[in-house]
């Protein structure tokens, strides 16, 4: 007979196989672990912020929470602490940039909105007359 703690971490190996860790291939987490270069804003314990590699205004910074999950769509009621502190991030980031005279924190949900990285992010974009609506 198999004992319990054998059979225990044979369903684990099992379970692992077939569900792969996302975070292993999600560019975003990719960039938070170094392994792809980025331009570092900002970061704390929760949140870390970067250049845009293809800027949209003089000012365009994502936001992303160190915990993965997909998107906005995704998010749990227990994400929504972490919501906040990457919005609150962006306006700190803001005043730092001095461009709290008008700036935008955008959230693309789902590739009908543009949303092509499945981490969530909040863009900061500023520096720039920012027409409304946006596109
Ligand atoms: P989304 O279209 O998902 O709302 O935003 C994804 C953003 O990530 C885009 O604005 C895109 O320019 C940016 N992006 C894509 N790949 C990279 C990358 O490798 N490095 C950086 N810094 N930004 C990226
Ligand atoms: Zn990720």
Redesign the pocket.
Known sequence: MIPPLLTFLRVRCYRFRIMPDETASC?FCR?MRGE?P??RIYEDEHVYA?????P?APT?V?VIPKKHFAGLKEAQSSDAEIIGRCHLAAALIARQRKIENGYRT?L?VGPGA?????HL?V?LLGGRTLTWPPG
């Open positions: 560019l960039i792809i980025s331009k970067f250049e845009d590699i293809s949209k365009h994502l955008v693309n543009g949303q092509s990285v499945f992010h863009h």
